[in-house]
């Protein structure tokens, strides 16, 4: 079963969503504009979510380790930095694949 880590933007509020999902990437993209996980998560305060970056990990824990990572960084500069340098994009998939 495919796996991704993936990155949402809103261009309303010029925010970034990342997340892991081992299911269809556009389903859940419609999930999110659709409300469907709530009015409390971080994804409902708008239905504008488009797919801004997406990595096809090995596995489900290999997309969980990358979504943690990029988190980790808190940094809109580095969201935007992944999607212009192929070599950063290299880096962190393979700093977070099993060994």
């Known amino acids: 079963m495919p796996s991704h880590t993936y ?3 809103s261009a309303k509020h010029d925010k970034f ?3 892991a999902c081992h299911k269809d990437l556009d389903q859940r993209i419609e999930n ?3 409300g469907v996980y709530g009015s409390k998560s971080f994804t409902s305060n708008t239905n504008d979510w488009v797919l801004f970056l997406k990595f096809d990990c090995d ?3 290999h997309a969980i ?5 990029i988190k980790s960084m808190k ?5 935007r930095n ?3 340098y192929a070599e950063l994009r290299d880096k962190i998939f393979n ?3 099993s060994t």
């Not at 380790?65 to 990572?69: G, N, S």
């Open 95 to 97: 700093e977070t694949r």
């Open 65 to 69: 380790r990358l979504e943690r990572k």
């Open 7 to 9: 990155i949402l933007h």
């Open 75 to 79: 940094s809109s500069v580095y969201i």
């Open 82 to 84: 992944l999607n212009t």
């Open 32 to 34: 999110h504009n659709a």
């Open 17 to 19: 969503y990342i997340g």
């Open 59 to 61: 596995d489900y824990a």
